[in-house]
């Protein structure tokens, strides 16, 4: 039996090796894309972190020992390379006082079996830059050193963790490698000294509320709440965070709640009401959380408020409660605010207690073209093409406004860590009324990795999902015939985000 013309074949291997080489491409492409979103883990120190340190006032000092005794010749020059360079970093402990502890192991010591010249150094050291260290059986023969370092406070709990690799000769490697490593928990000690809390991915805000929390220089987050509610936030200096929101809020029925962004209140007409907004704001941490004291954070939001009414056809801010007055709009507006916030946070240890209030303020400073009109409360019309189905129910002797008075919405929330992955949250918008008051209960889930992945900083990659539920009291309402009684609705609540920290 014969086989395939040789033309055929060849024809056959060539598309074969075409779409080897395209699916290397889209690999190659798609590495690319996961570092420049993740970040890159490059450098022969793998991983450096240091928790809060406030706690220990008087631990001055680090003092290195080995974390398996007896040491060998490679601990000892490992131990002797740390020393060193904490001793010129933070200074040398007093002998009798009080100190952090580094507790130094070799993790893997790979002699090396060949000498690659001039050409296979510079290879190993271009693989331990890129965390490619020991890859292939060229990282082998060129020898590995790796090197692990954990921080223990003066209670004896571990509040720091360091790993070092490179490849190489270990007897050669051995003093940098503990110089290095010590060094990258050394530079971290002095800001970790004024914290008294650990921070976590999307600790800088509960649901609809924030905390005293500011996002860490460097940290970036993209989320989506709800579908509709999209926000780029990037941590600028140690107390300083940019916001940038945008999207729509939608409100789902006559007297219903919504907020927009965070922070306004507004009661929908009968049908559904999209508030589109942009936001753009930032957060100053102005006091930090101490053992005694809470955290105080402020922030200030220019928001945009557009396409007031949507489907229908008007809407009511900053209402007083479902069936109370408030301030109505004509549909197609849009009005200008400017929104303050302040919060202050307790923690005690994994429950945190946080208590503030918004301040929405009308002084605008840009172009608005919405009129307020008091007295309005969310109604439905007869339902005619003329007016939409819905509009504003606004009493007869109302006056239009020159701009919405000041409205303040005061706000509490509480959070209970379960563990590094979990969390349940509550909080209240709080009105003078009970019934006026919306309530809020969810969970968190943080989602990432724990260890970089050669030069991909999976460790530095949060997910965070938010369920939760916003509870509302609807009054008893009469409509012609119908009629319902009063009752608690509870509104889902769907974030999803992802932090780079």
């Known amino acids: 039996m014969s086989g395939p013309p040789p033309d055929e074949m060849e024809h056959v291997a060539s598309a074969q090796r075409a779409r080897q080489r395209s699916a290397r491409g889209a690999r190659t492409l798609g590495a690319l894309a996961t570092m420049l979103a993740a970040g890159c883990a490059t450098g022969a120190v793998r991983e450096a972190r240091v928790g809060p340190l406030g706690r220990y006032p008087e631990a001055r000092g680090i003092v290195v020992e080995p974390a398996r005794p007896p040491s060998s010749p490679l601990d000892a020059g490992v131990l002797a390379g740390a020393q060193r360079s904490l001793d010129e970093k933070l200074g040398a402990p007093a002998p009798d006082g009080a100190h952090l502890t580094l507790r130094m192991a070799v993790l893997t010591a790979e002699s090396q079996s060949a000498l690659g010249g001039m050409a296979g150094g510079l290879m190993s050291k271009a693989r331990s830059l890129t965390g490619l260290s020991g890859v292939g059986a060229s990282g082998a023969a060129a020898g590995r050193l790796e090197v692990a370092g954990w921080l223990i406070a003066p209670d004896n709990r571990e509040v720091g963790y360091v790993r070092w690799e490179h490849e190489g000769a270990p007897e050669a490697l051995a003093g940098d490698g503990g110089a290095e490593a010590a060094l990258a928990i050394a530079r971290m000690v002095p800001e970790r000294r004024r914290e008294f809390v650990a921070r976590r991915a999307a600790d800088e805000r509960l649901l609809l509320t924030p ?101 229908a056809g008007g809407v009511v801010v900053a209402a007083d409660g479902a069936g109370g007055a408030g301030f109505g709009v004509v549909g197609g507006a849009n009005a200008q605010f400017n929104l303050f916030s302040l919060v202050a946070a307790k923690h005690f240890g994994p429950f945190q207690l946080t208590a503030g209030s918004y301040l929405l303020d009308n002084h605008h400073y840009l172009p608005q073209s919405a009129a307020f009109q008091a007295s309005c409360v969310a109604g439905a019309t007869d339902g005619s093409a003329s007016t939409g189905g819905v509009a504003p129910n606004c009493a007869s002797g109302s006056a239009t406004l020159p701009r919405l008075p000041w409205q303040v919405q005061p706000f509490v929330g509480s959070e209970l860590v379960l563990g590094p992955h979990s969390a349940l949250m509550m909080e209240a918008l709080l009105e003078p009324h009970i019934e006026n008051t919306m309530l809020t209960t969810g969970a968190r889930w943080l989602l990432g990795w724990s260890h970089p992945r050669g030069p991909i900083a999976l460790d530095r990659i949060r997910f965070r999902i938010d369920f939760a539920f916003l509870w509302l009291y609807s009054p008893a309402q009469q409509n012609g015939m119908m009629s319902s009684g009063a009752k608690v609705l509870p509104l889902p609540w769907l974030g999803l985000g992802v932090y780079f920290l």
């Open 211 to 311: 905390t005293a929390q500011t996002l860490a220089p460097g940290e970036i987050v993209f989320s989506d709440d709800e579908l509709l509610l999209v926000r780029l936030a990037a941590g600028v200096a140690r107390r300083v965070q940019l916001d940038l929101w945008a999207g729509g809020f939608p409100i789902p029925g006559a007297g219903a709640f919504g907020l927009a962004g965070h922070g306004l209140i507004a009661v929908g007409g009968a049908g559904v009401a999209v508030l589109a907004f942009v936001d753009l704001g930032f957060k100053v941490r102005v006091l930090d959380e101490t053992a005694y004291r809470p955290g105080i954070a402020l922030s200030y939001d220019m928001l945009d408020l557009f396409g007031l009414g949507g489907a």
